[in-house]
């Protein structure tokens, strides 16, 4: 299993290869890296850590472990649980889709899809800077936002 500091230089080296800075669209949004030539994927949560995204303007957080695939809002503080998925690599990225199987009955969304990739990030509110983006789109609605494996939650840098 590879240590939390193995997964960090390696980042740092993948931050390295593609450069810095974010992108924005003319709508004001980031754009992905325009070329894929030289970046290489983030890597898949290990059994022992866990891949976290994190957006606002709406609040909301994935977490992404070996065992399991937790969406929370604010709304919903104790999480809906979607069973486990491999990433799949697409592009510059990872891809993690998932569904929940719920009887009509019960309420809270049923698809989830989270895209990450190499590339700067800024939540915007606390100006932290993450090292990977992130795109979430739960039951056909789309969010974007930043990602880190927990235990590097920023780069240190305000």
Same mark, same amino acid.
Request: no cysteine; glycine share 0%.
């Given at each position: 299993m590879r240590t939390v500091a193995t997964q960090f230089s390696c980042l740092l080296l993948v931050v390295a290869l593609i450069g810095c800075g974010n992108r924005t669209t003319p709508e004001g949004g980031r /754009? !992905? @890296?325009? /070329?894929?030539a030289t970046t290489t994927p983030p890597e898949s949560p290990a059994f022992d850590s866990t891949l976290v995204a994190l957006g606002n303007e709406p609040f909301w957080n994935v977490h992404v472990a070996a065992g399991e695939i937790?969406?929370?809002? @604010?709304e919903h503080q104790e999480g809906y649980r979607f069973p486990p998925a491999r990433a799949a690599v697409e592009g510059d990225g990872r891809v993690y889709r998932t569904r929940r199987e719920l009887p009509q009955s019960e309420t809270g @969304? !049923?698809?989830?899809?989270?895209r990450i990739w190499q590339e700067p990030c800024s939540d915007g509110m606390s100006d932290r800077k993450y090292t990977m983006s992130a795109a979430l789109l739960i039951d056909g609605e789309s969010r974007s936002g930043c990602a880190f494996f927990k235990g590097d939650a920023w780069t240190g840098e305000r």
């Open positions: /754009s !992905r @890296p325009e /070329s894929t937790i969406y929370t809002v @604010p @969304p !049923r698809t989830l899809q989270l």
